[in-house]
């Protein structure tokens, strides 16, 4: 019912800068929390950051300072700008909403995921 569709990720220079969009669409009557997981191969997913309804960030200590998210409660958009990117940043990262959708239940929906690689 509900649908996370991520944008933006592809290949950048280390030192360089991406953003990723998702666009949350289907049923949605509310969204609490909104924010980016990644995971590279051989390791578990991680959290890169997330934000609230009432826009309270919180940053894995690896992306302070290099990362910033965003969203737009209008169009239902999660932003994540990262600067500085590393080679360690590599990973596929995914789009993660907690969604008030149909029966009126929260549940968390998960994006497909987008491709970030950093490499010269």
């Known amino acids: 019912q509900v649908q996370l569709v991520e944008s933006g990720g592809g290949l950048v220079q280390p030192g360089g800068s991406l953003r990723l969009s998702c666009a949350a669409s289907?049923?949605?009557?509310?969204?609490?929390?909104m924010g980016w997981y990644r995971q590279a191969p051989g390791n578990e997913r991680e959290l890169v950051a997330t934000?609230?309804?009432?826009?309270?960030?919180k940053y894995a200590d690896s992306m302070k300072g290099r990362a910033t998210i965003s969203r737009d409660n209008v169009k239902n958009t999660v932003y994540l700008q990262m600067n500085s990117l590393k080679p360690d940043d590599t990973a596929v990262y995914y789009c993660?909403?907690?969604?008030?959708?149909?029966?009126?239940?929260?549940?968390?929906?998960w994006g497909q995921g987008t491709q970030v690689t950093v490499s010269s």
């Open positions: 993660h909403a907690y969604v008030l959708s149909t029966g009126s239940y929260w549940r968390n929906f």
């Open positions: 934000i609230t309804s009432s826009t309270r960030t």
């Open positions: 289907g049923i949605i009557f509310d969204i609490d929390a």
